[in-house]
């Protein structure tokens, strides 16, 4: 039966199905404009979104300029140049490319085209939000696996909710918020529990901050030796700094699963600087390598500091840091947005005094580290 609140919003919105108007919203955080206008402030240090702080590659910026006498014609509708760059650095056909606006966007196509009302969908809490709204979206059930005490995957937890009957099993590797790992054994082991017909979906947004990690999981070998259905999730919103680009894609495991996922793709659904910039960004490793350089010689730094004013800061392989405080994380978010600080305290049940901390230029995350060290020791 639904309950009292479901019930108000479908009094509130009787043209929604149900399965809409109960959905939360996904929290997309405050803009620095919006913490502008509130607190009457003009400096601000954004650490909520996981933003590469040091911006794209010098090629997209020199290229800028010329995309201005393109802007009255459509896009390229199937990014076909993009997709061929992808498919040619991961070894794979380019129709087996799928190119979205932002891989958010292939989530929710993902829910689209392989959910039905009742069907089952595993993954784990806390995560991305959106891996739990948009299967409820489609009137999926959702069964969320907590991570560990230790803030660590709950292995045997997943292994056990995947053997029963699922249609998708969906998580980010890294994990987004916690920053956890899994390894390439424990990623083999939880795909062989699942049944023989389900989707793997692997959001691999934030793979470049792992993959020097001699642990971290090739996840397309492992997934090209099995049988069952896979996607990847990759993004240019992180490591390659193009997040206001909104340009993300997947690998399929075949031309057939990236062509359902076609079907229900809106038209001419990235644009042509973001498809542009893309390109000139996968071009240029040299300069993204770099930026994780920097980005994880400062995440140590200041998951170290976090550490030393006697804080838990869980294991991380990501470009932000997941941190226990000693009072709920709304509160402490607040009082660090009255000093121009964004950063974003976690929602979830059981994870109210958790947030999660972007890292930013090596001056912001002095900034933070001081005005943590002032309000909770």
């Not at 001419?268 to 930026?291: E, I, R």
């Not at 010689?297 to 932000?320: D, H, I, Q, Y």
């Amino acid at each position: 039966m639904p309950d009292s609140v479901s019930l108000s919003l479908l009094a509130r919105y009787p043209l929604c199905r149900p399965e809409v108007s109960g959905l939360p919203r996904y929290n997309a955080g405050l803009s620095e404009d919006e913490v502008r206008r509130r607190y009457g402030l003009q400096n601000i240090v954004k650490l909520g979104s996981n933003e590469n702080p040091y911006g794209p590659s010098p090629n997209v910026i020199a290229g800028w300029a010329a995309l201005a006498e393109r802007l009255g014609r459509y896009p390229d509708a199937a990014a076909e140049t993009l997709r061929h760059d992808i498919a040619r650095l991961n070894g794979l056909e380019s129709d087996r490319v799928l190119v979205g606006n932002g891989s958010e966007q292939i989530i929710r196509l993902i829910a689209e085209a392989y959910l039905s009302p009742g069907e089952r969908v595993v993954t784990v809490r806390p995560a991305f939000g959106l891996h739990e709204i948009y299967p409820r979206m489609m009137g999926a059930e959702v069964d969320a696996v907590p991570v560990g005490s230790d803030a660590t995957f709950d292995l045997a937890a997943l292994q056990t909710a995947v053997k029963r009957p699922t249609k998708i099993l969906m998580f980010a590797n890294p994990s987004n918020p916690v920053g956890c790992m899994m390894s390439g054994a424990a990623l083999q082991d939880l795909i062989d529990a699942c049944p023989s017909h389900a989707l793997i979906v692997v959001d691999e947004a934030y793979r470049e901050y792992a993959e020097e990690d001699s642990e971290y999981p090739d996840a397309q070998v492992i997934l090209e030796k099995q049988p069952r259905p896979w996607v990847i999730l990759r993004t240019f919103s992180k490591a390659y700094g193009l997040a206001a680009l909104r340009i993300g894609y997947a690998l399929t495991s075949s031309a057939d699963v990236a062509k359902t996922l076609d079907t229900v793709r809106d038209p001419f659904n990235t644009n042509m600087p973001a498809q542009v910039a893309a390109c000139a960004a996968l071009a240029d490793d040299a300069y993204m390598k770099d930026c994780i350089r920097k980005t994880v010689s400062e995440r140590k730094r200041v998951a170290g500091a976090l550490k030393g004013m006697g804080l838990f800061v869980a294991p991380t392989w990501t470009n932000f840091v997941f941190v226990r405080v000693p009072v709920p994380a709304d509160q402490l978010a607040t009082e660090l947005l009255k000093r121009g600080i964004i950063i974003k305290p976690w929602k979830e049940k059981g994870f109210e005094t958790w947030t999660r901390i972007s890292i930013g230029l090596p001056t912001e995350n002095d900034t933070l580290l001081q005005a943590v060290a002032d309000l909770v020791l």
